[in-house]
Every structure is written in structure tokens, then in C-alpha cells.
């Protein structure tokens, strides 16, 4: 079964820091680009940031900018979201994605290309 699992959320004052891991089962991640989305009550799911099959190429929404840092371990069998200077409206639900590409440098923060998606995992930023 081919599946994405997200883990490392949790509670965190403002200002704090959590790592999430994304580890992929039955396939190997490295073949794909790796987007991290997030879905706050009542709101659209938006795209946090993305990093390309080989990681040449990373992408941040604006908003997390110069805070959160998405990058692959060693291995190429995980992708780290490293979120520093947490506030509360990064409080969200937070999903790994995967998307077959052939193309080295590519990667999306839309929903629509995704192929494959984690269960999610709650940050909540709160004092």
C-alpha cells in the first residue's frame, strides 16, 4: 500500500519550534517532489512549502518565509519541515504530499497535481 505518514506535530508556545518528518511506505520518496500543505478550521487547504526531486529547488508561501525551513534527509526516505518562530496562525492541520515529476527542479504548492497524500498531523500554536 503506498502511503505518506506525517509525524511530529504538536503543542507550542509562540516563538517555539517543531520539526515534522514526512516518510513515504511502499515507494520511494525520492522519486518525487515533496509539498507541505496545511488546513486550518474553516479554511481552504494552502500550500506551505515544496522541494524538488533531488532538492535543488525549495519554495515557501510567503507567510512562512524566513521562518520554516523544508529540506530531505540524508537517505532521500524523508522530507523535514523545521518550523522556527512559530505564531498562532500557524496553527493547522499539516499534510505531507507527493508528486511523480520527471523533472529535477520542479516542485508545487497546488493541490491539484498531488498524487499522493499523509493523514495529517495538528499544530497548534498557542500560550
Known amino acids: 500500500q503506498l502511503q505518506l505518514v506525517e509525524s511530529g506535530g504538536g503543542l507550542v508556545q509562540p516563538g517555539g519550534s517543531l520539526r515534522l518528518s514526512c516518510a513515504a511506505s511502499?515507494?520511494?520518496?525520492?522519486?518525487?517532489?515533496i509539498s507541505w500543505f496545511r488546513q486550518a478550521p474553516g479554511k481552504e487547504r494552502e500550500g506551505v512549502s515544496c522541494?524538488?526531486?533531488?532538492?535543488?529547488?525549495?519554495n515557501y508561501t510567503d507567510s512562512v518565509k524566513g521562518r520554516f525551513t523544508i529540506s530531505r534527509g540524508n537517505a532521500k526516505a524523508t522530507v523535514y519541515l523545521q518550523m522556527n518562530s512559530l505564531k498562532p496562525e500557524d496553527t493547522a492541520v499539516y499534510y505531507c504530499?507527493?508528486?511523480?515529476?520527471?523533472?529535477?527542479?520542479?516542485?508545487?504548492?497546488?493541490?491539484?497535481?498531488?498524487?499522493?497524500w499523509g493523514q495529517g498531523t495538528q499544530v497548534t500554536v498557542s500560550s
Open positions: 504530499a507527493a508528486e511523480s515529476t520527471r523533472t529535477n527542479y520542479y516542485c508545487s504548492m497546488s493541490v491539484s497535481p498531488m498524487n499522493f
Open positions: 511502499g515507494f520511494t520518496l525520492g522519486y518525487y517532489a
Open positions: 522541494i524538488s526531486r533531488y532538492g535543488g529547488t525549495t
